[in-house]
């Protein structure tokens, strides 16, 4: 059985500039990766092509469905899903939480990926980990929907954020992505309504490969990374060497 | 080459407690420990000795000594020194602090173990970590003695304080030392001054034991661990896989 | 008048871990405790009992319903009431919140006890504590059933949660429950369904003994407590001596 | 066109005790300020009107109307429109978020004042808060109402709650509101159900004139300010000088 | 043998704005509070005197001791002692805190009392503090000076600094001083070189009173305080009844 | 009299990668920007030259202060200056304090920049930051030198650290530098020892500018800045208009 992995993703687009180098990664090391967008990103991350005559919240969802998907086949992912529940604000009521619930079981991921846990600019992104935590919870209750495998207890990293100091996000992992970063940056590429980001989060991933070798050996020489993404755990690691 | 780990103790006893567990697991794993104690703890955590008749300073720190060394032995600790610098205030001036930066780079240790950052009841185990960072720096920089091996960027791990929610410390890393479990207990018994810690500890380590299981697997039936300690990391990890 | 108390659980097994030893000993002080169960706990903390053939959701809530009311007996609780909402996740409607309100008045106590602020292990908990917070600011409010009388400014103790570091919790009190440690362990054990937990939560008690004893004189011999319970303010003292 | 603030209140009264100075000064300065009073504060903060004979909540309801539209004309307000959607607790469904996001839009505000983040003794306030940042991301997308004029990017400033450090609230910026303290006390006073207040928010504004002075030039001899109003900020800013 | 307490005031005016109800009133219930002023503030709470032609710094000091002693003398002080260490900065070598130590030993206080512990407007605040702190712990040690009595675990509170919220002070406990008002007002006014922070702690004390209602029984009629101080505890509570 | 500004760097090289930008803008502007260089970072900075054969202390400081010197001058700096203190640790006696605090009072500076307030990877930093605001307060003083002017209230800007997460650093201001870019980049360029780093403050500038861009106005067209810096505001601003 492989190993499998969940990216829970308020928009459409959220899942490539955040973590879409963990997700080629871990697809390359034979993680099955599932990513969920809970809305299209349509009303609020989409003003390029509002700006558009004659556009319509149907077109918005197509070209936006249509990028993200192109972004998911670049970064290889195992499935994509779109939850279509809207955005801005995105709000998931008792049946749209169960099917998420559904989702985690059905993946049983050893690792979970979601937003920042605080974003004044965009509460769509606050809400979707709030709900991440709150569906891992019952994801792992026996008494719901009982003879499904319940859930263990995967760890939720919290992927980067754009301004992460006003966030209150703090890294505490880097991986490396250097091996994939085209993937990313041909994922990146598919996002044609967001193009003013495009160099930003190259710029990211360069830095955060500075971190990297920061952190891996410091100024006397440690292994470099040309390119990399940074996490936040909400839960403890539990090892057998430090 | 062995790896090797630094554990840097305030006071004489400090490594039994919070780490001790840690020790012999990575000795048992092939590492070399060194573990330095800055004070003997002679005058604040010998309340038991100073209750005797005739006692003087030179006694206690004798007797504090035996105690260190044989749950040195107790747990395989590779090295223990003791840097005699007086407890109840610690003071390390210029000197101290670079016979600090000489062990490290001597030991050039895969990770580093030190007390909370805060510890409002103890001044000496905060004042103990602030110089930890400040000689681990030290040891970096290619000008302090040049031509001397420095050092790479190690973990920094603060382990477990007394009263953990008062220092602010928060675990992120859990270690299964179930195996090492007697070897751990054998060095407690070594501390006859503080026999009312016996306990607690043991209750301690049992009681993290049920945050690893927590943590690795959760209430659908993760790996147990019969004793744990938790850790704090001060520095992001850099890794290849999440 | 007999002062009175409400203890405001989560779940049905909640309030025997986390301050069955506060309700027992103040009811032996003469105070009348009052708990509320808001759900039975009956899907996400009743692992065992799903694990038998042919389990129910009724039969679920049945046993919890016995479990807490043998429990609840134990302590002397003397009212405890089952709002049985559900539970993982908890959902409280204007409804069931005015109900809230209702036992609030009704019981006009001098202390309430819920949970930890925060807890990303179980939504469930924070939940709680923010529906208490709420509840409590409606039965202040004149408005609300004007006639009824009107709450003054109970205080709201947040009571121990499993793994404290990771919920931000923080005791600023320690409570000797010495005298009504049998009642405490008689009401754990009634909880058959978690046995797993016995063990664990005595040395909790055992260790809040030893940090009643380290605050109330410290090293120089502070009154002892054999067993302690800790909780956290949310609101400040008012006092006439420090 | 003139420049435009909105200040969204909880209940009718907040705006006057803590940003009144905020409102006299702007609209002096030739700023147009909107005031939205979600609620009257009818159930929670009328306390003295609930205490005579034969009150409804109608009454209430125009008393406190009547008082606040006597307090925004003293503070010379551009608008102030009333909700009216309930207290204690304050409720938002989509049709009264959608309801503000019309006015923010309208309003296009350079900035916008609600409550602090938290207030445990409070939930209506931080409530407020909450959803002012979810509707000023609504109010920004492209999507939300086609062919509107969408939301720039305002400052929201957090005003003065009642206990500051009980709510975390830090004040980033004071504000000089020594030329229309007179404008503020004389809305204070249309607030008929709530004198004791009076003394205190005097109290507060001199003291806040204080602060004032010891930052904008220290003990030295700083600019004296006689009454201040202090303000934190959620968003960074953006200068072309420090 | 009466209570005793210790204030440890870093210049010789802090212990009146701060803490001068505290004292008046534990004199009055039989306590002797114990004031130690490190320094007189001599070079950086003067300005006034500093502006007088002809001024020295030991004059200054014996205006400042006059002062202080009034004060002192006004609010019933038991003992008041200047270590006269200098200001701005104060700075304490081994010496100093060993002479601190012996006081704290000398007067076994119940409690003591000393600045917040952050303070970026004046680093000799946080400075005492941290002091304070440590020789808490050294008095604590039994092997300080054997054979004299050790220290037990007193509570440290940290008083009111100016400008809350910047300093991260958080009250945990009103002490209401109506009935010692007068004698700390008197105490205020013996500070003929502050006068214009006399109507600024009147104003304190009146608002803090105000918390102390709001938290003694809320809106439905707590018990009233006129004047109050604010305190933020160290260490928690132990306890017999919550 | 022209404004001023004063610039305190632990080491020769953090004034040209954290505030360059913030340097040239405001020399522009007619300021004049005074900077101290408390070391020449001689023995952790400049790790390039120590793999250098026949490299000494001297050698070392010579060539950063060139470097630096050069820098300052592509800035425009209006004075620099270098206390030569010794790094890896930076110490600084009373001596050097009071050095730094005649600095201060000559510059009288209208605003000030130093170092984040934490940072466990460089001691040196936080170090610097702690005296900058002990010499501020000294500065502040009527009876340091008595007769000399002395400083008013002067703003602390905290510029960017390297890793700005693990400093626990938020930016609460951007400043656009797009207009002395070129010079910033031409100071970077100075810096031969850290050629590593000229294209991570590169991506940190546009990036940083990208941020200023949000926060003028959001997604529906804010302001653009190529470039910008970003600081933190220790003390709070005093203003006429929000």
Same mark, same amino acid.
């Given at each position: 059985?492989?190993?499998?992995?969940?990216?829970?993703?308020?928009?459409?687009?959220?899942?490539?500039?955040?973590c879409?180098?963990a997700?080629?990664?871990?697809?390359?090391?034979?993680?099955?990766?599932?990513?969920?967008?809970?809305?299209?990103?349509?009303?609020?991350?989409?003003a390029?092509?509002?700006?558009?005559?004659?556009?319509? /919240?149907?077109?918005?969802k197509?070209?936006?469905? $249509?990028? %993200?998907?192109?972004?998911?086949?670049?970064?290889d992912? *195992?499935?994509?899903q779109?939850?279509?529940?809207?955005?801005?604000?995105?709000?998931?009521?008792?049946?749209?939480k169960?099917?998420?619930?559904?989702?985690?079981?059905?993946?049983?991921?050893?690792f979970?990926?979601?937003?920042?846990?605080?974003d004044?600019?965009?509460?769509?992104?606050?809400?979707a980990t709030?709900?991440?935590?709150?569906?891992?919870?019952?994801a792992?209750?026996?008494?719901?929907?009982?003879?499904?495998?319940?859930?263990?207890?995967?760890q939720?990293?919290?992927?980067?954020?754009?301004?992460?100091?006003?966030?209150?996000?703090?890294?505490?992992?880097f /991986?490396?992505?250097?091996?994939?970063?085209?993937? $990313?940056? %041909?994922?990146i590429?598919?996002?044609?309504?967001?193009? *003013?980001?495009?160099?930003?989060?190259?710029?990211?991933?360069?830095?955060?490969?500075?971190?990297?070798?920061?952190?891996?050996?410091?100024?006397?020489?440690?292994?470099?990374?040309i390119?990399?993404?940074?996490?936040?755990?909400?839960?403890?690691?539990?090892?057998?060497?430090?």
């Amino acid at each position: 059985m492989p190993k499998t992995a969940l990216v829970i993703s308020a928009h459409a687009a959220d899942f490539v500039w955040r973590c879409g180098g963990a997700i080629a990664l871990h697809q390359k090391r034979g993680y099955e990766v599932t990513v969920v967008c809970l809305s299209f990103g349509e009303r609020g991350e989409s003003a390029k092509l509002w700006k558009q005559q004659g556009m319509t /919240l149907e077109k918005v969802k197509t070209a936006r469905r $249509k990028e %993200a998907e192109a972004a998911a086949k670049a970064l290889d992912v *195992h499935d994509i899903q779109f939850f279509d529940l809207g955005d801005y604000p995105l709000v998931m009521d008792q049946e749209a939480k169960f099917r998420l619930v559904d989702v985690i079981r059905a993946v049983q991921p050893a690792f979970m990926l979601s937003h920042s846990s605080y974003d004044p600019y965009n509460t769509d992104h606050m809400y979707a980990t709030q709900v991440a935590l709150e569906c891992r919870m019952v994801a792992q209750a026996w008494g719901h929907n009982p003879g499904q495998k319940v859930l263990g207890a995967p760890q939720l990293y919290l992927f980067e954020p754009h301004q992460t100091e006003q966030m209150g996000w703090k890294p505490d992992v880097f /991986l490396d992505i250097s091996e994939v970063w085209d993937k $990313k940056r %041909a994922a990146i590429e598919c996002m044609e309504g967001q193009q *003013h980001l495009w160099h930003y989060y190259t710029n990211v991933a360069e830095n955060r490969g500075n971190h990297f070798q920061r952190n891996s050996g410091g100024q006397s020489g440690g292994r470099p990374a040309i390119h990399a993404e940074g996490f936040q755990s909400v839960f403890p690691r539990t090892v057998d060497e430090l």
